[in-house]
């Protein structure tokens, strides 16, 4: 199946995918920021499916730690067939309020982030005229959400970066597709106040949080041969919240 690489993996929905990956038969790069040993975990319990998986620490606003970990990467493992951009923070703070540096840590992270490793990894697919890429955007992308202003930006930068490429590396048989998940239950998402996750399952038509498995079934649709005509999409998964 080739090489899978997952940033963000060592926790929540990136910890999901990798599993999953790993379950579909790739061998899989789990990448995080600090959460070495967490990734250490998720890359065992992936092992048990009978593949490769190896933990990589780097900053994904990084520039040249991408290109120095991909190549890496490369070398031991072979040219990825599958990169999932999942690795993202949140700053929250309402827009007049908000730090200059809280937006620049979110937009870093999450948009350059994706941008640097698709454009790294992506140059690879290219010149093996295959693979995919799923990036993680979220639905406050399209609808936008108070407090999170930085974050709203940086996953509708996402979704423009996703529609892009995939139009640059379609001729070459390189896909790239984005998630839009809702409410998942996550680190992320358990820091939030009482008060704001009772607002947000009101808005939920299916009144219950998702999974991050349930974000990890559609990354490995979108990665694998049976989305092989789709590219360019935004794919929403938040119980009919939006
Ligand atoms: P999470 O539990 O907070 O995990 C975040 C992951 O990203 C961790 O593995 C973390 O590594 C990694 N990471 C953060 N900054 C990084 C950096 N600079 N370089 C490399 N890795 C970095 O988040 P989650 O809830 O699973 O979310 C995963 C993705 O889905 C994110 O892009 C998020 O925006 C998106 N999303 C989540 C939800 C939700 O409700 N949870 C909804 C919509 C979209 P360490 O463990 O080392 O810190």
Redesign the pocket.
Same mark, same amino acid.
């Given at each position: 199946m080739g090489v899978a690489i997952v @940033? /963000? /993996?060592?926790? +929540? %929905? +990136?910890a999901a995918i990798s599993e999953k990956l790993a379950k579909d038969g790739y061998d899989v790069v789990i990448?995080? &920021? =600090? =959460?070495v040993e967490?990734a250490e975990g998720v890359a065992e319990k992936c092992r048990a499916h009978g593949v490769k998986a190896v933990v990589k620490q780097w900053?994904? &606003?990084d520039y040249a730690a991408c290109e120095a970990a991909v190549k890496q990467i490369k070398e031991e493992l072979g040219v990825p067939a599958v990169l999932v951009n999942? &690795? !993202?923070?949140t700053r929250d703070g309402l827009l007049v309020r908000m730090k200059p540096d809280q937006f620049d840590a979110v937009v870093s @992270?999450?948009l350059k +982030?994706t941008f640097n490793m698709t454009q790294i990894v992506g140059a690879m697919m290219l010149r093996a005229k295959a693979g995919s890429i799923v990036s993680?955007s979220?639905v406050v992308g399209i609808s936008g959400n108070a407090g999170q202003a930085n974050y709203a930006a940086s996953k509708a930068g996402v979704i423009g970066l996703t529609k892009s490429a995939a139009k640059e590396l379609g001729a070459r048989g390189v896909r790239v597709n984005a998630v839009a998940? !809702?409410? %998942?239950e =996550?680190?992320? @998402?358990d820091v939030l106040p009482e008060d704001v996750k009772k607002g947000m399952l009101a808005q939920i038509a299916m009144k219950r949080c998702g999974r991050?498995e349930e974000i990890a079934d559609i990354v490995s649709f979108l990665a694998s041969d049976a989305a092989s005509y789709i590219t360019g999409q935004v794919i929403v998964a938040d119980g009919g919240m939006l």
């Open positions: @940033t /963000g /993996g060592s926790r +929540g %929905i +990136g990448n995080c &920021a =600090s =959460s967490k900053d994904v &606003a999942n &690795a !993202g923070i @992270t999450n +982030g993680l979220s998940p !809702g409410f %998942i =996550s680190d992320m @998402t991050p």
